[in-house]
């Protein structure tokens, strides 16, 4: 089964086309990283495949569950982390996991909800709430969700931004277990060094069309 | 998706949420404090005008005040961009609905039961024997009120214009309840047979009833687009 099947599919602000009839496939086990200057559409894409906008044309399924449709359905294997966190600030963070996990149907038990924060380096903080927390100490909370929820389908917005040098060997690590599970990880970013490092495919999203990348292409500057 | 559970979490976040900062409940109580005061001393020279408008004042205080706490309810899903998430999760929205109308219905009946005796007090009314019937007039105003708003809250959030839109849609629709609960705390309060104002009982039923399930439907729509 493809993992994202992404047929003609375009987005316009009115007259403003964002991109035009693009079409890939990702499969499972793939970290497929999206790269772009600003203003290409990049996260209108990754907000298209994560259900919060519709495409102006085209279609795209998720494990072949319609990504229009069959919106419900996507949900329940998708996961994002975006550029806001998505997190309460009047709630710990151990409280925001279990919230999270709550409205996703899940009940994870107290120790692997430990696990998950120690995991991410947030354990000393599990008892503080959101507030108090750094943007970076935030997105590794965001990837806690994703310890537990285990997404057959990850999707990243920009996921080194407000990372340190540990925080971004986490975030790959974490991806790596997604792959190793034969989940798929979408990736949107700037930051190349980093994304290469786990990404097993990629595409250059410019003008409003998409080219796609060869592992090989991946690690050469030229194509940048 | 579990969708009892779902109900059950939406109100423990907004009332724990709600417990740390005090933010909805402390504006509202504030604003009724205030429009209590005004009305008390307007009507200070006159008691039998007041009495004849007291049901009308009250739930004029009341509906404001609601109105306040129903503004906050989606405002606080902006922070972080936590709307996304209930957008995106996959929990039925209904649920999410049905909880978000829980957790507003708390928050103003708390704001009523702690307001009515200041009402009582200022304007010396006689209500021993007329508790039960407005409590259950109180119950069934609110969650009409609540129902409705928590719906126009969701479509209003992400006006930058909310704080207007959201009374201006709102009470064109709340009119049947407000006229109905001021009738029928009116009928109550001065001590006439439940027959008397039975109807407007039977009227705020009927509207939560309706309000509740069409907003229950449209409520998806509304957070999905």
Redesign the interface.
């Known amino acids: 089964m493809i993992a994202i099947q992404v047929s003609n599919l375009s987005k316009a602000y009115g007259f403003y086309r964002i991109f035009e009839d693009l079409s890939f496939d990702i499969y499972p086990g793939e970290c497929f990283a999206l790269f772009g200057p600003n203003g290409a559409g990049k996260t209108t894409l990754l907000r298209i495949l994560?259900?919060?906008q519709a495409p102006s044309h085209g279609q795209f399924t998720i494990f072949g569950q319609n990504g229009v449709s069959q919106?419900?359905a996507v949900?329940?294997i998708?996961m994002?982390i975006?550029?806001?966190?998505?997190?309460?600030?009047?709630?710990s963070a151990t409280?925001n996991l279990q919230?999270?996990l709550?409205?996703?149907?899940q009940s994870p038990a107290p120790s692997q909800i430990k696990r998950a924060l120690d995991r991410t380096g947030i354990g000393p903080f599990a008892d503080l709430?959101?507030r108090q927390f750094s943007a970076g100490m935030?997105k590794r909370l965001d990837f806690a969700k994703t310890i537990l929820a285990q997404p057959q389908l990850l999707l990243l917005d920009e996921p080194y931004n407000a990372l340190d040098h540990a925080g971004v060997v986490i975030t790959n690590q974490l991806i790596q277990e997604t792959l190793n599970r034969a989940g798929t990880v979408f990736m949107t970013t700037h930051d190349r060094d980093k994304a290469t490092q786990i990404a097993t495919r990629g595409g250059i999203l410019k003008g409003g069309h998409l080219q796609l990348l060869s592992p090989e292409q991946l690690a050469t500057d030229a194509v940048f | 998706?579990?969708f009892f559970?779902?109900i059950r979490?939406i109100v423990?976040?907004d009332l724990?949420?709600e417990w740390?900062?005090r933010e909805t409940m402390s504006s509202m109580l504030f604003f009724a404090l205030i429009v209590i005061l005004v009305f008390s001393f307007s009507f200070s020279m006159d008691q039998d005008a007041a009495r004849q408008l007291i049901a009308g004042i009250i739930w004029v205080a009341f509906t404001f005040t609601g109105i306040i706490g129903l503004g906050k309810s989606f405002t606080s899903e902006l922070?972080?961009?936590?709307l996304?998430?209930?957008?995106?999760?996959?929990?039925p929205k209904g649920a999410i609905y049905l909880g978000k109308v829980a957790a507003n219905f708390l928050f103003m009946l708390s704001v009523e039961i702690l307001l009515f005796p200041l009402f009582v007090l200022f304007f010396n009314l006689d209500v021993i024997e007329a508790v039960g019937t407005l409590l259950i007039i109180f119950f069934l105003a609110t969650l009409g009120l609540s129902a409705v708003g928590t719906l126009f809250s969701a479509l209003t959030v992400q006006i930058r214009a909310r704080e207007v839109m959201l009374p201006v849609l709102l009470l064109p629709l709340a009119v049947p309840v407000m006229i109905a609960a001021v009738e029928a705390t009116r009928g109550a309060l001065s001590g006439d047979p439940f027959s008397f104002y039975s109807q407007w009982i039977q009227l705020l039923t009927i509207f939560d009833i309706i309000f509740t399930v069409v907003s229950f439907w449209l409520f998806e729509f509304i957070l999905?687009s």
């Open positions: 994560s259900t919060l919106k419900e949900r329940e998708i994002l975006a550029h806001g966190s998505h997190l309460y600030d009047e709630l409280e919230f999270a709550g409205l996703r149907g709430k959101i935030k | 998706m579990p559970k779902t979490w423990w976040k724990i949420s740390r900062t922070q972080n961009d936590c996304e998430s209930l957008q995106m999760s996959p929990a999905d």
